[in-house]
């Protein structure tokens, strides 16, 4: 089933303000909050409230949804909502109405790990020929000395006389929409309904350590600038038997020398002199694939002009064949001449004329051959 848009999910208008959201945000979710409404569907509405809100609250997450809609924040290029479940819905929840409200689940259960990032940088030809790449990364994982309960070998956690081991303290909360039992963390096992009494020598009863990794990070022929590779499972490890987090390899592409991309086109600035431009010429000239080929230049070609190699510009990203490759025309007017180039301009120039011409509109110049040429 197709998801629904997420401003008309909130009801509210593309250009509505974060006030705006959020205001709509509690309407709705007291509405259709299970605690509150016991219809069939009214969680999964619920659920469908809060992460319409989550993106759009986000100015990152937003702007990748209005540009690319559902796809922009979900699937293969960044983190989506494939995790997306009930204790993300109650965070959320908990910014209006308070700690813990309305949580389901025992916050000393299974937890998925956090999402970690890693900014990499790499040179264009890297961009346009993908490859493998080493990152190192500094991240949280399972104590192996006691195996992630937190205790020194050979202790025993016990249970935590404050919460009773449920990790949760509960109190009753009058609001507008009646009474409602608020839930927190207990401040005294952190959630854990366990303490420590011996903690471990090497972890210091966190039951995670920090540790240095090396991970191997494969990119796709193509990519650009803020392209997202999912590594799954490599973010910080997950608590009480949750899942980890993924790891996620955000590009940075280097400028190149003398290329300049455009999407999937790439631009290349060619200097010639005024008689190649008059009489035209073969030139060879290099292309992002690291070779050569040979470029023609027309009689009478002007300065601006665009002259388009089809199939020659990068790898479109998980899809089949190339942009183009563009290549920008400067015809260079040389300006000390020798004698003899002297000499033999002033002979050329009765034949060329005296009179200066302005160009027709339908001719254009240089910005509006590259718009042509761009398809713009």
């Not at 955000?250 to 008059?278: C, M, P, T, Y």
């Amino acid at each position: 089933m197709a998801k629904r848009d997420y401003y008309d999910v909130l009801g509210v208008q593309k250009n509505a303000t974060k006030s705006d959201m959020k205001k709509a945000f509690r309407r709705l979710a007291q509405q259709y909050h299970p605690d509150v409404n016991k219809d069939q569907g009214a969680e999964d509405k619920f659920k469908e409230v809060a992460e319409a809100y989550e993106v759009l609250s986000d100015d990152e997450k937003r702007a990748a949804y209005d540009r690319f809609g559902h796809a922009g924040v979900s699937g293969a290029g960044g983190p989506g909502f494939q995790d997306f479940d009930f204790g993300n819905v109650a965070d959320i929840f908990e910014e209006f109405f308070g700690a813990g409200f309305g949580r389901k689940r025992r916050r000393g259960g299974p937890r998925r790990g956090a999402d970690l990032r890693y900014d990499l940088s790499i040179s264009f030809e890297d961009a346009f020929s993908g490859g493998e790449h080493e990152i190192e990364i500094r991240r949280s994982e399972i104590c192996t000395h006691c195996t992630g309960s937190g205790a020194e070998p050979g202790t025993k956690t016990t249970r935590c006389e404050h919460c009773n081991g449920s990790g949760e303290v509960r109190r009753v909360q009058q609001s507008i929409l009646g009474s409602f039992v608020n839930v927190t963390t207990c401040p005294i096992c952190n959630g854990n309904g366990e303490v420590i009494p011996t903690p471990c020598h090497e972890c210091n009863g966190r039951k995670q350590v920090q540790k240095t990794r090396r991970l191997k990070v494969r990119v796709p022929p193509g990519v650009d600038n803020d392209t997202q590779i999912r590594l799954t499972g490599e973010g910080e490890p997950g608590l009480a038997g949750g899942p980890p987090g993924n790891l996620y390899v955000v590009l940075h592409v280097k400028r190149h020398e003398f290329f300049q991309r455009q999407g999937n086109d790439v631009l290349i600035d060619l200097e010639i002199n005024v008689s190649q431009a008059a009489l035209g010429d073969e030139i060879m000239i290099p292309i992002p694939d690291g070779s050569e080929t040979t470029l023609h230049i027309p009689p009478g070609t002007q300065s601006g002009k665009v002259i388009r190699l089809s199939n020659m510009g990068m790898p479109r990203l998980q899809r089949n064949g190339r942009g183009d490759l563009l290549v920008v025309v400067q015809v260079a007017i040389p300006q000390k001449l020798t004698e003899a180039q002297r000499r033999l301009f002033q002979e050329l120039a009765p034949t060329l004329g005296q009179k200066a011409v302005i160009p027709q509109p339908e001719k254009g110049g240089f910005f509006t051959q590259l718009k042509d040429a761009l398809g713009l």
